[in-house]
């Protein structure tokens, strides 16, 4: 259905699976794939080779004109380097490569060499003070990258939230995942889960100002649908400072129509051989 040049509403597509997974006693079809997809992006990550991509000394013209400045270039460095490896789809899909794969994320790094003017203002600390940050993720195999942009964001002083859906949704990880995914139960011991799908502001704030990692479910089985989604996320929204919104379908469901949001989203996805960022 979704190979064919038919353009099917989401929400009816949400019904077709509803429909398929209450006649088959299997609660998520595609568990195994996601979860080979979050091991594959996991050895990767602890590999010999993007240990030595990501700890790599900067260029010798890296400004400094101050303590400050430096160390958020480097900061932002390490940033760039994982947006990069956490967009390159090879490393967790199962298919041969001509070209090494972490060529491939030195070449998506080389595309993020002008964002450093745009992210400062939003994600430097010593501008913009510490922000509560709504995280929404894209695809199973990127989401253990994400994870470490996670991690990097509460480095910086800044509290997370990470919005997973709430239900199967064919590659994308759900907060059913945490629980069966070895991968997924490691690389999220450190978040605080909210199971509720209604929360109330001042629960909500005590648990962000707690916790600098939180992880919520969405309410929704479908791509991002600001009217389907529970009070949990919707208080989250309202609360965040920051939304960051990874892959094609988060951009093309908030940025590609014509509602003026209240919040500063920055976008970041990949465009063929090269990653785009748009705030």
Known sequence: VLKTSFLIPSRLIKQLITIFLSQ????????????????????FL??????????????HDLPCESISSLRWSLNLLELKRLTSASLCNEIWQDQAQDIPLIILCDRLFASL??????????????VRGRLNILFLPDRAGGLVFDIEIVKLLTMLGHRVILALKSGFYFDTASVWDLGRDPILSEIFK????VDKKS????????????????TIGDGTRERLNLYRTSLTFARAWKECDLVIAKGERNHRRLFLNSHQFTRDILFFYRAEDRVEVIV
């Open 199 to 214: 929360i109330s502001k001042k629960d909500l704030l005590k648990i962000v100002n707690t916790h600098s990692f939180v």
């Open 190 to 193: 450190g978040s605080y889960l």
């Open 46 to 59: 602890h590999g010999h080779e993007f240990g030595a991509f990501i700890n790599a000394c900067p260029r």
């Open 24 to 43: 088959c006693a299997i609660e998520d079809p595609l568990f195994a794939p996601k979860s080979k997809m979050n091991r594959r992006a996991y050895d």
């Open 113 to 126: 060499g002008g964002v450093g003017a745009q992210l400062r203002p939003l994600l430097d600390p010593d």
